[in-house]
């Protein structure tokens, strides 16, 4: 029975993996039910028994390349120290990580606008971006905890502040590729970091 279950969530996994692999090479329009079982070596059936529309076969995908992201993130953010560094390189890793999934950050710009029609949907999508705000509170904490500042806004405020404004930006970047006017508008935002915090007397 376990070396069932064992055979059955591997190739789930597969077949998730393939999902994204797919999607990163080939962006959304370019990704096909009938090309991710193939590059995943399992028939068109096994596939759909898993995931009966692509949709939340994509939706798996984006939940894992979101959470392997933020896992490289939240590494990144733990060895820094300085309360400021911190702030502004946790915007840019985010939206480095927003710019480097493509037309991915677009098809699940896609699924929020198709989430409310589908009921599957509805229940997966409040977790896509989930990852990311659970990031920003354990650095807040780490900040807060360390002593020696203090945020100047509510945290309520500042955690969808920074999320936003990042989410803005991957949005932003996936309809028009400017990257120019992107890293403009980051650079103001990484500016404005400084006022978001104060150092304790």
């Not at 529309?53 to 820094?80: H, I, P």
């Not at 502004?88 to 493509?102: P, T």
Request: with cysteine.
């Amino acid at each position: 029975m376990t070396g069932a279950a064992t055979a059955t969530e591997s190739t789930r996994d597969l077949i998730i993996h393939a999902a994204a692999d797919s999607l990163l090479e080939n962006g959304y329009s370019g990704t096909s039910v009938r090309s991710i079982a193939s590059k995943a070596g399992v028939a068109i059936g096994n596939l759909q028994y898993w995931f009966p529309t692509k949709s939340e076969l994509l939706v798996e995908a984006w939940r894992y390349l979101t959470a392997r992201s933020v896992e490289e993130l939240r590494t990144a953010l733990n060895q820094l120290t300085d309360p400021l560094e911190v702030l502004e390189l946790g915007a840019e890793s985010i939206w480095a990580s927003l710019r480097q999934l493509g037309d991915i950050q677009l098809a699940a710009f896609d699924l929020l606008v198709q989430a409310p029609r589908t009921e599957r949907l509805r229940a997966y999508l409040p977790e896509l971006f989930t990852r990311y705000r659970e990031v920003i509170q354990e650095q807040l904490d780490r900040l807060e905890e360390d002593g020696r500042i203090r945020l100047t806004v509510p945290r309520e405020v500042l955690v969808p502040l920074v999320l936003n404004t990042v989410l803005g930006f991957g949005l932003y970047y996936v309809v028009t590729r400017d990257d120019e006017s992107c890293l403009r508008a980051l650079s103001a935002f990484n500016q404005l970091a400084a006022t978001l915090i104060e150092p304790v007397p």
